[in-house]
């Protein structure tokens, strides 16, 4: 089996998601499934740690979550849980929005 023939990992679905294990091309398309997989398990308070560096993830986030019709709030961690190194989503039940 070749290296690109690897199972796909098998992500564990929680309120809180750690970007700095995924390459910056794929955040924004992890970030939304992962959302997505929140959602429809009820988990509707997800914490996104992005890292602080230059803010180019958290931009992405913010953008991403800007576009998605579920999230309905979007709040930077306090100090205690990343400070602006982290993003609290808050996204709508599934019966609120489609």
Known sequence: MAEDDDPPFELPIG???DL???APR???????DYLRAC???GILRVRLVHGRGRGVQRSAVRALCARLPFVVG????PPELGGWGATFVTLA???DIG
């Not at 794929?26 to 939304?32: A, G, K, L």
């Not at 979007?74 to 961690?77: M, V």
């Open 93 to 95: 039940a599934p019966t």
């Open 39 to 41: 959602r429809e398990r």
């Open 15 to 17: 309120d809180e998601l």
């Open 74 to 77: 979007l709040d930077e961690a």
């Open 20 to 22: 700095h294990a995924f």
């Open 26 to 32: 794929d955040v924004t398309s992890v970030v939304e």
